[in-house]
């Protein structure tokens, strides 16, 4: 079955960087792009963009231009989202979620990472 | 400020049938599918609908969806305590190019 495991909660320093882990299993991980997707405290869900997961080409939706990456290994299936220069306002739970086949659409859901910015 | 809009909260006792609108414009809901997703307290979103009224296998037929226009529309009939959650509709947008999702409906069963 398909999985999407991410890593855990994070605790960061504003001005931090923070690394996000998106471990796929169950179908093949080329063949599916990836979207990743932030939900504030309290808030609804908001998307970032999504990474070609056979060329690596990362697209960004306007609001996260400049310091959130997304990178991929894809010899262990695996996607990643970096965030760089981390603000108070970046505290959010952040999920990997998959494109589908036949796009543009979003079927299955990481579990969520949370990134806690706190000084 | 979403760019699809969902009323904040629904509620409906148990058994009965409750009504989840997605109001969009011709750029998103008016070109591209609806797709709805289930986020119970704590938990990852599920998706629930795909192409505006396909449920995913596992997805009981209390849960349907239909969309006309520029508007979509998940309907649950027979509601249940394990139903209380937060719902989202999403769609791409092909001006802003980005896929956008509505604020939220959060339903509670009375």
């Known amino acids: 079955q398909v999985q999407l495991v991410q890593s855990g909660s994070e605790l960061k320093r504003p001005g931090a960087s923070v690394k996000i882990s998106c471990k796929a299993s169950?179908?093949?991980?080329?063949?599916?792009?990836m979207n990743w997707v932030r939900q504030a405290p309290g808030q609804g869900l908001e998307w970032m963009g999504w990474?070609?997961?056979?060329?690596?080409?990362?697209t960004y939706a306007q609001g996260f231009r400049g310091r959130f990456v997304f990178s991929l290994d894809t010899s262990v299936n695996t996607a990643y989202l970096h965030i760089a220069s981390l603000e108070v306002e970046d505290t959010a739970v952040y999920y990997c979620?998959?494109?589908?086949?036949?796009?543009?659409?979003?079927?299955?859901w990481g579990q969520g990472s949370l990134v806690t910015v706190s000084s | 400020q979403s760019v699809l809009t969902q009323p904040p909260s629904v509620s409906a006792a148990p058994g009965q049938k409750v009504t989840i609108s997605c109001s969009g414009s011709?750029?998103?809901?008016?070109?591209?599918?609806v797709y709805w997703y289930q986020q119970l307290p704590g938990t990852a979103p599920k998706l629930l609908i795909f192409?505006?009224?396909k449920r995913p296998s596992g997805i009981p037929d209390r849960f349907s969806g239909s969309k006309s226009g520029t508007s979509a529309t998940l309907g649950i009939t027979g509601l249940q305590s394990g139903d209380e959650a937060d719902y989202y509709c999403?769609?791409?947008?092909?001006?802003?190019?980005?896929?956008?999702f509505g604020g939220g409906t959060k339903l509670t069963v009375l």
């Open positions: 979620a998959r494109e589908v086949e036949a796009g543009p659409g979003i079927d299955y």
């Open positions: 169950g179908y093949n991980f080329r063949n599916y792009a």
């Open positions: 990474v070609n997961t056979n060329t690596g080409n990362p």
């Open positions: 011709s750029s998103n809901l008016g070109k591209s599918d």
């Open positions: 192409d505006n009224s």
């Open positions: 999403g769609t791409w947008d092909s001006s802003l190019r980005e896929w956008v």
